[in-house]
């Protein structure tokens, strides 16, 4: 069996920091698509990781280009293309922007790799997921897209911070759409399955979850230019693992749901699991009134931000 071919479209802070941690896990080689206006770049970029492979000797090939007929049969797509939120914009303002470069990311797509895994990060999120899936008509377990999973290490790396523990030993899940909205699950977070509601108070927790909800924005506004990237990588590259690999990880992933949660035709975080077969299951799990009110709440804001695709 040959190596798989990873492909991320969008090649600026998260696309290279995803090909350098697809490369040292070796999950196949990468090839990293930009616009022409970038292609230099890109190739820049690959080739100052094909010389960091000497040390860490991995042997994933690593190319640059701005050609769509380059990620042919592709294994897994990671689609970061569009511009960052700047200083002052909501996720949303991007909307317009990002929407046109989606449709065009997903009819080449289709085109070039009908088979492939498709993990969407491009913002805003939740209509840039749902507008990747209609575009291409690829079936639902193929495409999803990657909130919850920052979304949630924020939340852990928070409560690692708050109480001194090891981050490892930190789980925890945050639901919803990747907005101001979504919904951390404090009753269910855990340090070495002791719940955090009994090692936080209540204030404090409350504070927490106040500050994974706005996490990204408090990076934006740091940087003054530009949104997070290391983090946002990892995670996606989490989620690539877990279906190269067949690691079925449970993973809150925005996943299209017919009918769970009560949801019925849009991406929003769940947990999801990923394994070979893309997207293979969403775990239910009864939610309290106040969890469900949340949850209500941040569907109303993925419905508004979906509506103004107009798809
Ligand atoms: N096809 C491919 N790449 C594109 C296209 C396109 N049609 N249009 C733009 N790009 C590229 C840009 O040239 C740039 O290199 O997408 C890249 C985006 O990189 P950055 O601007 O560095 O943004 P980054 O920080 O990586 O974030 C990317 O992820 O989290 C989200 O909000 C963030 O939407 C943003 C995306």
């Given at each position: 069996m040959g190596r798989k071919k990873i492909t991320l479209v969008g090649g600026g802070q998260i696309g290279g920091n995803l090909a350098l941690l697809a490369a040292q896990k070796e999950l196949g080689n990468v090839v990293i698509f930009d616009i022409p206006q970038a292609e230099g770049m890109v190739k820049g970029k690959a080739l100052d990781l094909m010389q960091l492979r000497p040390h860490d000797g991995h042997d994933s090939d690593i190319v640059g280009t701005s050609d769509w007929n380059d990620v042919k049969n592709s294994d897994v797509f990671i689609i970061t293309a569009g511009i960052p939120r700047k200083p002052g914009m909501n996720r949303e303002d991007l909307l317009g922007i990002n929407l046109g470069i989606m449709k065009d990311v997903a009819s080449n797509i289709k085109d070039k790799a009908p088979n492939a895994f498709v993990i969407v990060i491009s913002n805003p999120l939740d209509a840039?997921?749902?507008?990747?899936?209609?575009?291409?008509?690829?079936?639902?377990?193929?495409?999803?897209?990657?909130?919850?999973?920052?979304?949630?290490?924020?939340?852990?790396?928070?409560?690692?911070?708050?109480?001194?523990?090891?981050?490892?030993?930190?789980?925890?899940?945050?639901?919803?759409?990747?907005?101001?909205?979504?919904?951390?699950?404090?009753?269910?977070?855990?340090?070495?399955?002791?719940?955090?509601?009994?090692?936080?108070?209540?204030?404090?927790?409350?504070?927490?979850?106040?500050?994974?909800?706005?996490?990204?924005?408090?990076?934006?506004?740091?940087?003054?230019?530009?949104?997070?990237?290391?983090?946002?990588?990892?995670?996606?590259?989490?989620?690539?693992?877990?279906?190269?690999?067949?690691?079925?990880?449970?993973?809150?992933?925005?996943?299209?749901?017919?009918?769970?949660?009560?949801?019925?035709?849009?991406?929003?975080?769940?947990?999801?699991?990923?394994?070979?077969?893309?997207?293979?299951?969403?775990?239910?799990?009864?939610?309290?009134?106040?969890?469900?009110?949340?949850?209500?709440?941040?569907?109303?804001?993925?419905k508004r931000t979906v509506a103004e695709t107009g798809l």
């Open positions: 840039m997921v749902y507008a990747f899936h209609k575009v291409s008509g690829f079936p639902k377990n193929q495409v999803v897209g990657m909130a919850g999973a920052l979304d949630s290490a924020r939340f852990r790396a928070f409560i690692a911070m708050e109480t001194g523990y090891s981050v490892q030993d930190v789980t925890c899940m945050v639901l919803g759409g990747h907005g101001d909205t979504m919904v951390p699950i404090s009753r269910l977070a855990a340090v070495g399955g002791v719940p955090v509601t009994d090692l936080i108070t209540d204030k404090r927790l409350k504070e927490i979850e106040d500050r994974t909800r706005v996490a990204g924005g408090e990076i934006v506004k740091l940087f003054g230019n530009g949104s997070a990237f290391y983090a946002p990588a990892q995670s996606a590259i989490e989620m690539a693992e877990s279906y190269l690999r067949d690691k079925k990880r449970v993973i809150p992933c925005a996943s299209l749901c017919e009918g769970e949660f009560g949801i019925d035709g849009y991406f929003i975080g769940v947990p999801t699991v990923i394994g070979s077969d893309g997207v293979e299951k969403i775990l239910e799990f009864t939610l309290n009134d106040k969890e469900k009110t949340e949850l209500d709440r941040t569907l109303e804001a993925v």
